[in-house]
């Protein structure tokens, strides 16, 4: 057995802390550290510290939009070696990020050479790749050494850094951020400028606007890929209400024709930050599981613009119900989350709503104004008290020069002579010889001038928010002009729909739609001729045998059967026999007792109610989707007691029923005493001392009740001349109208 060592506690001083607290005081450092440190975005400039740091490392190095472009590594090497200690991957992976244009809305690097692509491809090492800054990331930088923000020492403390940028552009919600720190992230898609700025102007005209309102301006996110926003409205609202919530995204597509009737589905725009190459490798994946039954093939046929070939397994198919059944199955339509939680006042994480959000930023913007404004007072102020200095040097230009020739120490002799300022006085003795032309005189009145009246302007405004307000509206009308929808970075890619209210059935999607006459025999017998069939006397039936029922349907339609013993049937309209010969047995394809019949077929409507009833009178009215049967044994409808059978089922369409017995007589009483059910017995419809129920019909009361007579012709008559019929359910009734047929029944009811 192996000795086991135990260490000895160390030598006192040392003081005991228990594992818990110490745990818990180390993993909140650890989570505050992430949450502020590399998740989550400042609301002021929407960025990360790792984003800020390259852009302000870019600056340094003097990286402008009009300036060359230098290597990344350089790049990166400066971020991880001055700002940012950590590897120098991650950093160069974030520079990435800035410079792709299908990542970013607005991107803030311009890039020269492979930054990757929306296939998912890496962009190339950063010893090939080079980039400066672009005009976004120079007016989230603008004013920055003015002192406009505050800086703070780097993390080895020789150098500094900005605590947050000027942002003179809504970059939070323009180019939106993603994050994931401990207990908290942030999801924040990218919107559009010129809708932003819209926003902006609006609340600062009106501080006190609803979300409402400004949805009006941000109707929703602008991806830089495009793509089809298929969010409710509501649901829009509620998102930028509350900052939580979602847009579901689809991918653009149209129909092109190619001949003969065929077709193909050309996707043009694909999801944000869907790989375009993993989304073709998923759709021919799911094509070989057969999961996909409606797509044949799909091709990637894509250059400089994506254009991705989906083709049909047929060109019966609906190419709407294709691109549903892939936007169910693929990534062809994502779901992409709004969180926006982010860093207020570059220390406190929360969730914010749209209107929070742009206010914050307003806020951010009239700080950056008054901090640039007063240190624009101090260079006036100093350099108006140089002025002073050499206009008193002017006019004394004679006793100046005395003094600087004669005197031991002349600064101090100016400042005792003259009354000048220490500035004023050192301004004075680095004055050049050829500065002491009159010409150079009245410039500098001019100067004095100008500067003076530029002061007077930045004091008012200093003391006014109202001019403040003025001025940050100037700058953000400036902002929308410079991105306006008008420009090709400007323009909105994404627009918005209403996604198409249907069920995808892959199965009946696959059938192609014709029209069928299903034939049912007396005996059982059932077939489907092709088309339409009108004249239905040629049909041939087996010896003894004869028509039942014909209804015309489609082969994409479901057909219901009511037996005798109250259970229901459904055959699909393409799988029923050819209307060649007689057909075959029903009994083959379901499973119905030998003693009991099939009394009627129709075609099912989603969403229609129907009337069912026994011949011992009992019916009730049942949702005509909760009749169809899944399976081959069927759906017990209603409850019947032998002997009794059901023996009719009929739309329930109007406000008023009729029934009709086997001893003729007829009763009219209000259909709302039917009640309606999933399955059972039902109620008494109308009472018999002998016999049973023949018929049963519902109709509406103003256009009265209506049977075919044996000739094929329609009698109606109006409620005005059944007054002696109308009654109460469950009564006897009396006997039918003169001229209603001896065979008791109204007519076909489908």
């Known amino acids: ?38 998740a989550l975005p400042d609301v002021r400039d929407g960025l990360k510290p790792v984003h800020r740091r390259i852009l302000h490392a870019m600056r340094e190095l003097k990286l402008d939009p009009d300036g060359a472009y230098k290597k990344c590594a350089r790049v990166v090497g400066d971020v991880i070696g001055k700002f940012h200690p950590h590897g120098d991957q991650a950093v160069y ?21 492979n930054f990757g692509n929306i296939d998912g491809d890496n962009a190339a090492a950063y010893r090939y790749t080079e980039a400066r800054l672009s005009p976004t990331a120079t007016a989230l930088l603008e004013g920055i050494d003015e002192e406009t923000v505050d800086f703070r020492p780097s993390f ?8 947050v940028l000027p942002a003179n552009f809504p970059n939070l919600l323009a180019n939106g951020a993603a994050g994931i720190a401990v207990g908290m992230a942030t999801s924040i898609p990218p919107h559009n400028a010129e809708e932003l700025c819209t926003a902006l102007l609006h609340l600062i005209k009106h501080p006190s606007a609803t979300i409402e309102k400004l949805v009006e301006f941000v109707p929703g996110p602008d991806f830089p890929t495009g793509g089809v926003i298929v969010e409710p409205r509501s649901s829009i ?20 024709d190619t001949g003969r009737g065929t077709y193909q589905i050309i996707v043009t725009e694909v999801p944000y930050q869907v790989q ?32 991705l070939v989906l083709e049909p397994k047929s060109r019966a198919i609906d190419p709407v119900l294709l691109m549903e059944s892939l936007f169910k199955l693929t990534e062809l339509e994502i779901r992409f989350s709004l969180n926006m939680n982010v860093l207020s006042g570059g220390q406190i994480p929360g969730v914010l709503s749209l209107r929070d959000v742009l206010k914050r930023w307003l806020e951010h913007r009239q700080v950056v104004l008054v901090r640039r404004s007063q240190f624009r007072l101090k260079k006036i102020e100093h350099r108006i008290e140089v002025l002073d200095g050499y206009l008193i040097a002017y006019l004394n230009i004679d006793e100046v020069i005395r003094i600087v020739r004669f005197e031991d120490d002349p600064k101090a002799k100016l400042i005792k002579r003259f009354k000048l300022t220490d500035v004023q006085a050192e301004a004075i003795l680095n004055l050049r010889l050829k500065s002491l032309s009159r010409l150079e005189e009245i410039e500098i009145k001019a100067e004095h001038d100008k500067l003076s009246k530029e002061r007077r302007e930045i004091k008012s405004l200093l003391k006014s928010d109202e001019l403040q307000w003025d001025r940050i509206a100037d700058e953000v009308k400036a902002t929308r002009e410079a991105y306006s929808k008008k420009t090709e970075l400007g323009r909105r890619r994404s627009s918005f729909a209403t996604a198409p209210d249907i069920e995808v059935d892959l199965e009946q999607a696959m059938i192609e739609k014709e029209p069928i006459t299903v034939i049912l025999s007396e005996k059982g017998w059932i077939r489907a001729m092709k088309g339409h069939v009108d004249d239905l006397s040629k049909l041939e039936f087996k010896q003894g045998d004869g028509l039942k029922r014909a209804v015309k349907a489609q082969t994409t339609d479901k057909l219901l059967l009511l037996a005798s013993n109250g259970k229901v049937f459904t055959l699909p309209g393409d799988q029923l026999p050819g209307g060649r010969g007689h057909g075959e047995p029903v009994r083959l394809m379901v499973e119905l007792e030998e003693n009991h019949d099939f009394v009627e077929i129709f075609v099912h409507e989603p969403g229609r109610k129907l009337l069912v009833a026994a011949t011992s009178g009992h019916g009730f009215i049942v949702p005509e989707d909760e009749m169809v049967a899944m399976t081959r044994k069927g759906k017990q409808v209603m409850n019947v007691d032998e002997p009794a059978e059901a023996c009719t089922c009929v739309p329930a369409e109007g406000d008023t029923v009729a029934t009709i017995g086997e001893n003729r007589k007829m009763l009219i009483f209000p259909a709302d005493e039917v009640p ?10 109308q009472r018999y001392k002998d016999g049973g129920l023949s018929d049963v019909r519902v109709f509406k009361k103003a256009d009265g009740l209506a049977w075919l007579d044996p000739a094929g012709r329609t009698f109606t008559l109006p409620m005005s001349e059944l007054r002696d019929w109308v009654g109460q359910r469950a009564q006897a009734g009396r ?12 007519g076909p009811a489908f």
Do not use: C, H
């Open 1 to 38: 057995m192996a000795k086991s060592t135990i260490l000895a506690p160390p030598p006192p001083p040392y003081e005991p802390i228990k594992l818990k607290d110490a745990l818990e005081e180390r993993y909140l450092a650890y989570a505050l550290s992430t949450i502020m440190g590399r």
């Open 93 to 113: 992976d974030a520079l990435v990020r800035l410079a792709q244009d299908f990542a970013q809305r607005y991107p803030l690097v311009d890039g020269q050479g």
């Open 156 to 163: 080895n403390g020789e150098d500094t850094e900005p605590v």
């Open 237 to 256: 609202l509620d998102a930028y209400k509350t900052g939580r919530g979602g847009f579901r995204l689809r991918a653009r597509w149209e129909k092109e």
């Open 276 to 307: 375009k190459a993993k989304l073709v490798e998923r759709i021919a994946e799911l094509i070989n599981e057969k999961k996909l039954p409606l797509l044949g093939d799909v091709r990637d046929e894509s250059a400089e613009t994506v254009r």
């Open 676 to 685: 309606e059910m999933g399955r059972g017995k039902g109620v008494r419809l």
């Open 735 to 746: 006997l039918a109208p003169r001229g209603f047929p001896k065979s008791n029944k109204f």
